[in-house]
């Protein structure tokens, strides 16, 4: 079964507004990360936060993390139409570094 | 530098039919994995290889699935005796070792099975 779920499962905004999705998993984890995937295709890395941490910036990316919540925020500020696309979370499996355990994903749409 | 390059992009096979996929990993990379993307379904993992060893063949779905690592570089997936549903997005992806680093995808084979 899948680690973390997204929420929301779509989400429609114009260019220049800022763009929140949210993540929650089920277990204990060492650290969360976010992917953006374009056109159903390859993965790209957008940033790792260490469950030491609580917030971690990459040029308009903020992502959150409560471990008490067990839930995680991506946030993107100033969006763009480029912006467009699936955003995941992923875990390492419990006990493991080695297997990302996904959630099903936020398809993101950034309109000119 | 290169990334993780995947081949074929598109293949299209018949039912009961065996294929290969192949991944070629970021050089230096130790850590080699294979997810699988359904139709409107997230990414499940299926295989993960250190080095030429899978010490977690855990996502393999059937013994239909198989693969193999050679030379702690190249990576081959191989479905025999294809099934409609066995349909995806293969992807294969790399990282440093297998800590708390980030994976870096390939760009995936779209597997078709008619």
């Known amino acids: 079964s899948q680690q973390g779920e997204e929420d929301p499962q779509a989400l429609s905004i114009q260019e220049g507004e800022n763009a929140t999705m949210n993540c929650s998993y089920k277990t204990s984890i060492n650290n969360l990360q976010w992917y953006r995937q374009n056109s159903g295709r390859g993965l790209v890395h957008l940033i790792l936060i260490r469950s030491n941490e609580r917030e971690k910036h990459s040029g308009r990316l903020r992502v959150t993390l409560d471990t008490s919540k067990k839930s995680s925020s991506l946030l993107i500020t100033a969006s763009r139409a480029a912006d467009t696309a699936s955003y995941f979370c992923?875990?390492?499996?419990?006990?493991?570094?080695?297997?990302?355990?996904f959630g099903a994903g936020t398809r993101l749409a950034v309109h000119p | 530098g290169a990334g993780v390059s995947q081949s074929p992009s598109n293949k299209v096979t018949e039912k009961g039919k065996d294929v290969e996929l192949r991944c070629d990993p970021i050089s230096g990379h130790t850590a080699l994995y294979w997810y699988r993307q359904s139709l409107g379904q997230g990414l499940e993992f299926l295989i993960y290889?250190?080095?030429?060893?899978?010490?977690?063949k855990s996502g393999l779905p059937s013994d239909r699935f198989s693969a193999e690592r050679t030379g702690g570089s190249v990576s081959t997936l191989t479905i025999q005796r294809t099934q409609q549903e066995d349909s995806a997005v293969y992807l294969c992806?790399?990282?440093?070792?297998?800590?708390?680093?980030?994976?870096?995808f390939g760009p995936g084979t779209r597997l078709t099975v008619t």
């Open positions: 290889f250190q080095g030429n060893s899978a010490p977690d």
């Open positions: 992806a790399s990282s440093l070792d297998p800590g708390p680093y980030e994976q870096y």
């Open positions: 992923a875990t390492p499996s419990w006990g493991g570094y080695n297997k990302l355990i």
